[in-house]
């Protein structure tokens, strides 16, 4: 492979340029970082690189998912119809104690759908149980193999799992014990860890984050050494936070020390700083927007998960006055159920236009933005990956403009996001190396990866079907939780109404 590339005549979208009608330029790429952009390189700089013909083709920084699972992509379209609570009593079983193999191919499913629909960069919040140094191992030599840049966090907890659910209590002790009941160590998981920080340190594809589950899911003493670990190595951090009402009923309700607001308890953890993202946050009230933006924070926005689970909208407009950081991710593949963030940009659009009816709705240019620098920021990346200009890394992707997608051409900005389904994308660079070129990926065989995925599938789905009958015992508890929930009232609302209701009748 050459050290150099010429990326040569594609129109360059940049973030302060002219994001409507960006020019044509020429992008030099030296070993995994663009070293010059221009309409007139000289001789010298080009003697030697490889040219990638970008004629008629938008060149565009690649997308950053920024919050994402690998641990159920064997899990897609399994499920539809369940709020979260009730999602998570099937999922969590298909993702934990699974075999080497199974972990390298569920890996490089969502690595394959991620570089083909234009994402560069995954921060993999990965359910890993056990967390152990060859499972570690297994995934992120998928990603180095397919070369998908990966933020990896693997998360910790050290409160069970049932402990999602509020009004836990109502479940019968066998059935709390099937859902999880099990306590951690913080010190052995914070341990292990940061050991593997250290054993596989960031270099190349590979950078390293620090993923505490949730609130409900981590002591104090977890949180405070996640905070304190993320500071250490000058990490992101994320925790999933809000992404139902059922967690904001917790919180006010079991977390009254802390005010009622899981903020206010990351806060006590020292967590709530320029490093902290959280996840979702459908239900987060507007004093704790405030809150978050005046340290910094961020939160990552999952609008189609949280549409398909049924938690909500998350409060995009009211972050946005706030001044809140904001990212794009595309979360599960068996809660969205894809990775395309052509359709999670898409749906921030839509959706902050639907959600006042006051102007100044989101703009195409700006969403662009969360869904790549934004994104980065998330990891403490901004001043890597996220844009084309020179000193970053090589990471970006090619549109064919022949697609109807541009037909015709008037604004690369809009048409990205209102227009492109990834469909137009025909060559994809990650860290300076061509991984897919002429829409065939050049690092792994397609063909070997779809009957090694059959082969697997023929066992995985009994077993699925297994875990459905065993755990469907849950579901009566399940359902009378879920309503106390909806009886409790809480002043938020992030449902849209039905078109019948009427102003005083509005769902919560």
């Known amino acids: 492979m050459a050290e150099k590339l010429l990326i040569k005549g594609g129109l360059v979208y940049d973030h302060d340029g002219d994001v409507h009608r960006p020019p044509m330029a020429d992008i030099l790429v030296a070993g995994d970082q663009i070293s010059a952009i221009g309409d007139a390189l000289s001789a010298e700089q080009i003697a030697g690189a490889e040219v990638v013909d970008a004629s008629n083709h938008l060149v565009v920084p690649g997308l950053i998912n920024a919050h994402y699972h690998s641990h159920d992509t064997l899990c897609r379209g399994l499920f539809e119809d369940l709020p979260l609570e009730f999602w998570l009593l099937y999922t969590l079983p298909m993702g934990t104690f699974r075999s080497k193999e199974e972990i390298r191919l569920r890996t490089l499913v969502g690595a394959l759908e991620s570089m083909r629909c234009g994402i560069t960069t995954v921060q993999d919040m990965l359910g890993l149980i056990p967390l152990t140094e060859e499972n570690v191992d297994v995934v992120l030599d998928a990603y180095e193999e397919i070369g998908e840049r990966v933020v990896f966090s693997p998360m910790v907890f050290d409160i069970p799992a049932v402990a999602m659910l509020r009004y836990k209590d109502l479940l019968p002790p066998e059935i709390q014990e099937m859902m999880g009941n099990q306590a951690g160590d913080p010190k052995e998981q914070l341990d ?16 390293w984050a620090v993923g505490p589950f949730a609130p409900q899911r981590c002591s104090l003493d977890l949180l405070a050494g996640c905070a304190d670990l993320a500071d250490r190595h000058d990490l992101g951090t994320y925790i999933h936070v809000y992404e139902t009402r059922g967690q904001v009923v917790m919180a006010r309700e079991m977390y009254g020390e802390y005010g009622g607001s899981f903020i206010n308890y990351l806060d006590k953890a020292g967590m709530l700083n320029h490093r902290l993202n959280i996840a979702h946050s459908v239900w987060i009230s507007r004093e704790e927007m405030d809150q978050m933006a005046g340290a910094d924070a961020g939160a990552v ?3 189609n998960s949280n549409m398909k689970l049924k938690s909500g909208i998350s409060p995009m407009r009211d972050m946005r006055d706030a001044g809140m950081r904001v ?17 999670a940009i898409k749906a921030y659009c839509m959706l902050g236009a639907v959600s006042e009816s006051e102007p100044e709705t989101p703009l ?5 933005r969360h869904g790549t620098l934004g994104s980065a920021r998330t990891a403490c990346m901004d001043d890597q990956i996220g844009a084309l200009k020179p000193g970053y890394k090589a990471d970006m992707m090619l549109l064919d403009m022949n697609d109807t997608a541009y037909l015709p051409y008037n604004s690369a900005a809009r048409q990205l996001v209102y227009s492109e389904t990834g469909r137009s994308i025909d060559t994809v660079i990650i860290d300076g190396k061509i991984v897919m070129k002429d829409r065939v990926v050049q690092t792994i065989n397609e063909d070997d990866l779809r009957q090694e995925v059959a082969d697997l599938m023929k066992s995985f789905i009994p077993e699925y079907e297994d875990v459905v009958k065993q755990r469907e015992v849950a579901l009566p508890y399940l359902r009378e939780a879920h309503q106390r929930v909806w009886d409790t009232d809480i002043g938020l609302r992030r449902f849209i109404a039905r078109t019948n209701y009427g102003d005083g009748d509005l769902p919560q």
């Open 192 to 207: 292990m860890l940061e050991a593997q920080i250290k054993r596989r340190p960031a270099k190349g594809v590979t950078h």
């Open 301 to 303: 926005l999952c609008f």
């Open 327 to 343: 990212g794009l991710g595309c979360d599960n593949c068996s809660g969205s159920d894809v990775q395309n963030m052509f359709q």
């Open 364 to 368: 195409a240019q700006e969403v662009l």
